[in-house]
């Protein structure tokens, strides 16, 4: 258990319509990372908060997505107008200040 | 992950060694990494290595850098059922910040 938790575990949606996800990672993890996560791929890096500051999107990072973490503790990940292609895992992982990334167990997302 | 490459899988005997290959493309990465994600789990770190060692050993792992090839190696030795899972290479990207991941290795471990 590496104490970040993500919620909801699954998400199904239908097309067009908005999601939120949530990652609670541990209060040392002053880093925080959302990643996501397709079959047979690995995690691909979406963006980084060092505390409260967004300090790196991906350009996989569409403006349908937005993410927050406004106190620094816990984050959203919000996607708007859903679409097919947002079908993933999506990962949230935190650290402190090291290379070393503390994962949750992540959050499915299928869009009919 | 486009950047670092691995072979997709990986079968072995119980008992024998595997050899899990790697190859990235920054060679200004600090750190390398070797994650493992099991079924219906997050991804969880197994080992490091600093950009100037050759080789790292953590009980039944090893780790093997060629900096001149861009090449990584795990070997996983007396392979045990258990360790059957997806494992990715990660390199730091250019931030420094973030993790670029491979598309991982699926070890299949057969009794």
């Known amino acids: 258990d590496t104490g970040v938790s993500q919620d909801p575990r699954h998400k199904i949606t239908k097309r067009g319509q908005n999601v939120t996800f949530r990652c609670d990672p541990i209060s040392e993890h002053n880093r925080l990372y959302w990643y996501r996560q397709t079959l047979g791929q690995g995690p691909e890096f979406l963006t980084y908060f060092q505390n409260e500051a967004q300090l790196e999107k991906s350009r996989l990072l569409s403006d349908r997505f937005s993410a927050e973490r406004p106190k620094g503790s816990f984050s959203t990940l919000e996607i708007q107008r859903t679409e097919q292609g947002d079908s993933a895992m999506y990962l949230c992982a935190g650290s402190k200040n090291t290379g070393e990334l503390f994962f949750g167990e992540g959050s499915r997302l299928t869009v009919l | 992950g486009e950047d670092v490459e691995q072979s997709l899988f990986l079968s072995v005997r119980e008992g024998d060694s595997s050899v899990i290959n790697c190859t990235y493309t920054d060679s200004s990465s600090t750190y390398l990494y070797w994650y493992k994600q099991e079924p219906g789990a997050g991804l969880q770190l197994l080992t490091y290595?600093?950009?100037?060692?050759d080789m790292k050993q953590d009980q039944r792992l090893t780790v093997l850098l060629n900096k001149k090839d861009k090449h990584l190696s795990l070997r996983i030795a007396d392979t045990q059922t258990g360790d059957s899972a997806i494992y990715f290479c990660a390199e730091t990207m250019d931030s420094g910040y973030a993790l670029n991941f491979g598309k991982g290795t699926s070890l299949l471990v057969t009794p």
């Open positions: 290595i600093f950009s100037n060692m």
